[in-house]
């Protein structure tokens, strides 16, 4: 059974950076495509990032430059390097994990992803 637990959420001023967290237990595909995706307090879920088995990523113009994504595929772990917060990254963070390889374009869209975390909440104060 696949279990992603997201970690290292948590609250920072403007301007300062977190880092999240995202083991993998029970997911051998490693090799196939993972995300972040984020749901602002009263609005729909979003697409942040994504990173595919080879360790290319592509990001949101909302984040490019301010957040990184990265993974370690031997300890099963994804990141999400968020600096230079601002009050509107505050949302509630989301793993994501594929059990295939969707077209590139569909990468953005959450119903690809078959495995998903429990969230993590960051909140950014101005």
């Known amino acids: 059974q696949v279990q992603l637990v997201e970690s290292g959420g948590g609250s920072v001023q403007a301007g300062g950076s977190l880092r999240l967290s995202c083991a993998a237990s029970g997911y051998s595909r490693m090799r196939y495509p993972m995300a972040w995706f984020r749901q602002p307090p009263e609005k729909e879920r979003e697409w942040v990032a994504h990173?595919?088995?080879?360790?290319?990523?592509t990001y949101a113009d909302s984040v490019k430059g301010r957040f990184t994504i990265s993974r370690d595929n031997a300890k099963r772990t994804l990141f999400l390097q968020m600096d230079s917060l601002k009050p509107e990254d505050t949302a509630i963070y989301y793993c994501a994990a594929a059990s295939w390889t969707p077209e590139n374009r569909n990468l953005v869209v959450a119903g690809y992803y078959d495995y998903w975390g429990q969230g993590a909440q960051v909140t950014v104060s101005s």
């Open positions: 990173i595919d088995g080879d360790g290319i990523a």
